[in-house]
């Protein structure tokens, strides 16, 4: 009879422990709460339980040991490593001691373990409730509010003054599953993930990758790069602190994901979690650049087996992006088989489809898709995985509440959402005094096939080195919004008279609000604009 594995988790981030642990040879037994999510089908057997429900778990495991065996259990990419831990332990499987979970998944708990063992941690505090006025904390600002039992940057927060704090933790609060929220002192400098997998008290590093963060005041992963450009030098220190961590927590046997600071003081823990990472890394880039499945390792260990045959066999770069969007409801997705296409693109992940509602991004599940590349270099590597992510256009719905709010929302420096396209005060002087013509929206008759539509040419910002969030050009911007609209959308020299033929009816001229629109919202807010302006079956 086949040896049996029980993994947590049937979506996208545990495809390849169930993918991998099938080509082992064994029956795989996967448990969620969902049954619609996307990697159920992959399952020898799917059973309907809640992560959280240990019991429930257990009762399952207790079971199937009575009915042809259960060599041990594990997820990746999840943040119920407890779970797996207090299942093992009621079972008699191979893994950590539960204690040892929870000082990995509760953040408090993490902190007090690297504060005894002396480690490079940040100074924190603990609440359980929004402070009130006269708190004040015991390291100043800036500081970083988090839940100390979610993962995801769900709840996760930069605040720089008093006045932010308030708001901060109420809205980590609504995160936690146990209503307490941690107070860390922040830690400036650049951001690593590591994974490694851990046998008999032997750390193996298994992926070292440059973090790209984004959009504060939250902390969003627009990506990352695989291998690290850190040299040696500094890699080597952080190394050994995550190792240290790893010990602190008390992770024995099993898998450890790090996130580390690399700061002016040296390197720093961000957190240390008991599994494989998410975001794309254990399951995706570290094996597309090293050749090597760190995952098969990790259910070895689960089985309690050494993991071996985890030997790098080539040198690659593999990068993740993402692409986001603006507040709205999804109208339609078009450029992803382009995307596809791009060459040494290997990956394309979508998490909307028409009819979606999406924000912008406060965490990293709010996103709407990834593209990973892999290649020889470096440079390849990243340019493929970004022009995968520009050649992605969702064009959103209109007129709509919140597309309308956001486009006309405040577009400071530290406003939140940021504008598209930051642009230097002399543009911005120039956009305040570009024309804006008079118009009315334009009336389909039977006779109007497709409207005209001229927009008066904002050259400077055209010509600009002003680039998008995703790295679009203003020109490649333009070029997005006649794809979606299939408008020639013709551009006319502002200090021109606009030639009588074209103020016709069913022609449309469009100025400043069409500019503002697109530096606001980038090509999504400038297609909204026209989607306002002219009717959608009109094209």
Same mark, same amino acid.
């Given at each position: 009879m086949q040896e049996r594995l029980m993994i947590l988790g049937a979506g996208v981030m545990q495809g390849p422990a169930i993918r991998i642990a099938k080509a082992l040879g064994l029956e795989t037994v996967v448990v969620d709460a969902d049954p619609h999510a996307p990697c159920v089908s992959l399952a020898d057997r799917f059973e309907r339980i809640d992560l959280k429900d240990k019991e429930g778990i257990a009762a399952l495991g207790t079971s199937l040991k009575a009915q042809g065996g259960l060599g041990g259990i594990m997820t990746a990419g999840t943040d119920?490593?407890?779970?797996?831990?207090?299942?093992?332990?009621?079972?008699?499987?191979?893994?950590?001691?539960?204690?040892a979970a929870l000082n990995a998944s509760d953040k408090e708990r993490m902190r007090r373990c690297f504060q005894a063992a002396g480690l490079p941690s940040?100074?924190? *505090? *603990? /609440?359980?409730?929004?402070?009130?006025?006269?708190?004040?904390? $015991?390291?100043?600002? %800036?500081? /970083? /509010? @988090? $839940?100390?039992?979610?993962?995801?940057?769900?709840?996760?927060? !930069?605040?720089?003054?008093?006045?932010?704090?308030? #708001?901060a933790v109420a809205d980590a609060l609504r995160f936690s599953r146990t209503n307490r929220v941690i107070l860390e002192a922040y830690m400036e400098g650049p951001e690593f993930s590591v994974d490694a997998l851990v046998y008999q008290g032997e750390i193996r590093i298994y992926g070292l990758a440059d973090r790209h963060i984004s959009f504060p005041p939250y902390f969003i992963e627009m990506g990352h790069t695989m291998p690290t450009t850190l040299n040696a030098a500094a890699t080597e220190p952080l190394l050994a602190v995550f190792r240290a961590g790893i010990r602190a927590?008390?992770?024995?046997?099993?898998?450890? @994901?790090?996130?580390? @600071?690399?700061?002016? =003081?040296?390197?720093? &823990?961000?957190?240390?979690?008991?599994?494989?990472?998410?975001?794309?890394m254990s399951g995706w880039t570290y094996p597309y650049s090293s050749g090597v499945e760190v995952t098969q390792g990790a259910i070895l260990i689960a089985l309690g087996r050494p993991p071996k045959g985890l030997e790098p066999i080539r040198q690659w770069t593999s990068a993740e992006r993402a692409f986001i969007s603006i507040p709205g409801k999804v109208r339609s997705i078009?450029? &992803?088989?382009?995307? @596809?296409?791009?060459?040494?693109v290997r990956d394309l992940f979508l998490r909307i489809e028409p009819g979606t509602r999406v924000r912008f991004p406060e965490n990293n599940v709010s996103k709407c898709g990834n593209s990973i590349s892999a290649a020889p270099t470096r440079e390849v590597a990243v340019n493929a995985a970004? =022009?995968?992510? !520009?050649?992605?256009? &969702?064009?959103?719905? #209109?007129?709509?509440?919140?597309?309308?709010?956001?486009? *006309?929302?405040?577009?400071?420096?530290?406003?939140?959402p940021p504008a598209a396209f930051t642009i230097p005060e002399s543009l911005k002087s120039l956009l305040a005094a570009f024309p804006e013509p008079e118009y009315e929206p334009v009336k389909v008759t039977a006779s109007l096939e497709k409207p005209q539509v001229v927009l008066l040419r904002f050259q400077l910002l055209i010509e600009s080195d002003v680039q998008d969030y995703t790295g679009r050009t203003v020109q490649e911007s333009l070029e997005a919004v006649r794809a &979606?609209?299939?408008?020639?959308?013709?551009?006319?020299?502002?200090?021109?008279? *606009? %030639?009588?033929k074209i103020r016709e009816p069913g022609t449309l001229v469009l100025g400043r609000r069409f500019w503002a629109a697109l530096i606001r919202g980038g090509y999504q807010g400038a297609v909204y604009m026209v989607d306002t302006l002219v009717p959608f079956h009109s094209f």
């Open positions: 119920f490593s407890a779970t797996v831990a207090w299942v093992a332990a009621q079972l008699g499987l191979p893994g950590i001691p539960y204690e940040p100074a924190f *505090v *603990v /609440v359980e409730a929004v402070p009130d006025s006269g708190f004040s904390p $015991p390291f100043g600002y %800036p500081l /970083v /509010v @988090k $839940p100390v039992d979610n993962m995801g940057a769900r709840g996760c927060c !930069r605040v720089d003054c008093a006045e932010m704090l308030s #708001a927590l008390g992770i024995t046997n099993g898998a450890a @994901k790090g996130d580390m @600071k690399l700061t002016s =003081q040296g390197p720093m &823990i961000g957190e240390i979690a008991a599994r494989l990472s998410g975001g794309y078009q450029g &992803i088989e382009e995307a @596809k296409s791009v060459e040494y970004e =022009q995968a992510v !520009r050649l992605v256009l &969702i064009r959103l719905e #209109a007129p709509d509440t919140e597309t309308e709010q956001f486009l *006309v929302s405040g577009t400071g420096d530290h406003a939140f &979606i609209t299939g408008l020639p959308l013709p551009l006319w020299e502002t200090g021109a008279d *606009v %030639p009588a």
